[in-house]
């Protein structure tokens, strides 16, 4: 069954035997990210739980490397309910301990099935150079692990903040798992490579490996332990148990513990830099991930005209011309300094010949009417933007969006919480009470829309009523509403269909 084009291209599928992983993801965006896996990579398992999406994949890091809604991709070794919390913390220390470490054979495992991965993608330069594990180390390194200020840095873990969950927030309990269940397969401890010689393989390991822990701990358990105690305990174990020895910058291995109230989480990430980080974007504007999640509900098809009449750096549009090709891309903005960042992110991207940049005022668009197949814009809000007056500048923009869209096509906004509750915010649900109302008064337990995990979405606008856009704009029907974080703000991602032709422009 073909694809429809509008959703991500389903990648070739490599000969890989399935493993488990999980991806982390901005808030809002863990549905996004469940339906690109189940698309792309042909996922099975799929569980989103809030930041995370974990999944089975029989894909290797080629084909993991071109998801475009995640932040950063794991490895998945273990995923266990929560460990009961005591008031002893010497006991908790030896529980997390005994959870992340087990015996030292495990790691060994561990890792040979880690590289075993990645040399499936050793043909890849980027893959391989990025990932290079133990056996870059020359041998001067591996007899010189005696020294005084190694032996100091092998009793010290790195504690990174890789996981965008913040502290103390409330997750979507995921499906428990026993407490002996791990989801990597043990391999053979002789698939290490020897170096140079017969020598026992383990003994090489302990002398050549470095490793650093990243720990996360959030709910009840932080309130007992901090993340530098957790991350330092296991570090020092790993030290004595295993032999390797702490890199604080640069270490083979990155070792990702995430401890809550829901789950216990514990993985390896595949990639030094996240998901997120776009080579081909050389000015950074609107978060990748969420300017590739409004593309992916555009709609977009082969030949179809995309507009973003307000495209600043022109992240939406990069975002869509990567994934959806076929189709033709036109940006436009008041602004000569961003028009020109646009530019230089189009050409270091190479996609010259499929986006056109325009100086032109939103409110005045030199383009014909009905001539867009979708229009998807980031409306500038905030501080940054000097934008005070959001709302009396809506009518006059959503106006001339409207115009220039086609009779079925799509229009795609990023909207600040004020501007959101603008246009929807009198939409009435049954009882008199506002769905928005409802909607926001825990959007950080869950967005206020956000389409399920097969892909399937609901719009919180289509309850009884009418909303201010409707009575303005009343050929724009609503289709859906999805609350994302910005990092230190949180928007709405509001979609609209053109049904008919409007009587007077």
Known sequence: EAVPPHRPRPVKMSSAEPGRFFCTAGRGLEPFLAREVRTRLGATEVDCVSGKVFFRAAAGPGELRKLRSGERLFLLLKKHSPLPVSGSRGKMLHEIKSLVIGEPKYWL???????????????????????????????????????????MEQVRAVVSEECQVKAGETCVAPERMSSQECWIESKPSSEFPSKGSGENPTVNEKLSFSFRVSCRCSGAIAKILTSQEVGRAIGVTLVKQCGWRADLRDPDLEIFVHLNDVQSVVGIPLFRLPLANREYIKRAGLRSTVAW???????IS?????????????????????????????????????????????????????????????????????????????????????????????????????????????LVLLLSQELHRCVDGLTKCPGGDSAEASADSD???????????????????????????????????????????????????????????????
């Open 109 to 151: 495992d561990v890792i040979s099935a880690w590289r075993k991965l990645h040399r499936r993608e050793g043909e890849t330069d980027d893959v391989s150079q990025e990932n290079a594990l133990a056996l870059k180390r020359k041998s001067e390194e591996e007899t010189n692990t005696t020294s005084k200020r190694q032996k």
């Open 293 to 299: 999640a409004m593309a992916s509900l555009a709609e």
């Open 302 to 410: 082969a030949g179809a005209l995309v507009l973003d009449p307000m495209c600043g750096l022109g992240t939406i549009l990069l975002e869509a011309a990567k994934e959806w090709p076929e189709a033709w891309y036109w940006g436009a903005d008041i602004s000569d300094l961003q028009l020109e960042g646009a530019d230089g992110n189009i050409r270091t991207a190479g996609l010259m010949d499929k986006i056109e940049l325009l100086k032109a005022s939103v409110k005045a668009l030199p383009l014909p009417s009905e001539s867009f197949n979708s229009v998807i814009s980031d409306i500038p809000f905030g501080k940054k933007f000097k934008t005070t007056n959001d709302a009396q500048l809506l009518p006059d923009i959503l106006q001339e969006m409207e115009r220039v869209l086609r009779v079925g096509g799509t």
């Open 443 to 505: 959007s950080r337990a869950a967005p206020a829309q956000a389409p399920s995990v097969d892909g399937n979405s609901s719009s919180l606008a289509q309850g009884g009523g009418e909303s201010v856009l409707s009575r303005h704009f009343r050929s724009l029907v609503p289709e859906g509403v999805y609350a994302v974080s910005l990092g230190k703000t949180d928007a709405f991602i509001h979609k609209y269909r053109k049904v008919s032709a409007p009587e007077n422009w």
